[in-house]
C-alpha cells in the first residue's frame, strides 16, 4: 500500500458544529460555480483565497454549512515537507460536509481549479501534492486567510471588510497583496 503524500494537521483543525448538506446538493453546488462565469478557474495560479471566500459568502448568503481547507507545501512549511503543484506555497479552496454512503462525516472540495467534480478533502490535498508531505486541515469558513507571520493554531484573519475589497479584486483578475496587483490597484483603478 501507497503512504499518502498529505497528513491531516489536527492541531490547526478547528472543531466545527456540523450541519451537512445532501451529497446530491453537493454536486450540484459544485456544478453551479464551476460554470459560474464569476469564477476564473482556468487561473489556478492566482486568487485561490479570493474564490473560496467568495463561494463561502454566497453559501453563508444561502444558509449552506461550509468550511474551507488548507493545503501547505515546503515553502511555508520550509525543509523537510513536501512539495504542492504549479510550485505553491499553499492552497485553499470551500468545502461542503457532506455523510458519505459509509454514513461517515466528510468535506468535499469545490475546487472547479484542480479537479472536475466534488472531491474528498484527502484527495483534493493529495492532487495539489506533488511530492510528500504536505499538511492539510479544515477550519470555519468564515477564516479568509492566515498572517504573515510564523503560521500558529490562532492566528488567522477572520472576513473583515479589507478582506473583502481584496475578495472583489482577486475576482476581478487583481492580485492586491502582489507587487503587479498593487501597481494594478494604483494606475487602473476603473478595473476594481
Not at 483565497?49 to 515553502?75: C, F, Q, S, Y
Not at 458519505?100 to 472540495?109: A, F, H, K, P, R
Not at 479568509?144 to 479584486?169: C, G, V
Request: glycine letters at 4%; hydrophobic letters at 40%; a neutral charge.
Amino acid at each position: 500500500m501507497n503512504e499518502p503524500k498529505t497528513l491531516l494537521y489536527l492541531p490547526f483543525c478547528d472543531h466545527l458544529a456540523v450541519q451537512t448538506v445532501p451529497l446530491d446538493l453537493a454536486e450540484k453546488i459544485f456544478q453551479y460555480f464551476k460554470t459560474n462565469e464569476l469564477f476564473r478557474w482556468q487561473d489556478s495560479n492566482n486568487d485561490c483565497e479570493d474564490r473560496a471566500n467568495a463561494i463561502g459568502l454566497l453559501l453563508d448568503a444561502w444558509h449552506i454549512p461550509n468550511a474551507k481547507a488548507w493545503v501547505l507545501g515546503d515553502r511555508i512549511l520550509k525543509k523537510g515537507y513536501g512539495c504542492l503543484v504549479n510550485n505553491w506555497k499553499y492552497h485553499v479552496a470551500a468545502a461542503l460536509p457532506v455523510f458519505t454512503e459509509d454514513n461517515l462525516l466528510e468535506y468535499v472540495m469545490i475546487d472547479p481549479a484542480t479537479a472536475d467534480t466534488i472531491t474528498p478533502i484527502s484527495v483534493w490535498a493529495e492532487q495539489v501534492t506533488e511530492t510528500p508531505f504536505s499538511l492539510h486541515f479544515y477550519k470555519p469558513g468564515c477564516y479568509y486567510i492566515f498572517s504573515a507571520d510564523k503560521i500558529e493554531r490562532d492566528n488567522w484573519h477572520k472576513r473583515d471588510k479589507r478582506n473583502l475589497n481584496w475578495t472583489m479584486h482577486g475576482l476581478s483578475g487583481i492580485n492586491g497583496v502582489s507587487v503587479t496587483g498593487k501597481a494594478q490597484l494604483a494606475f487602473n483603478k476603473k478595473k476594481s
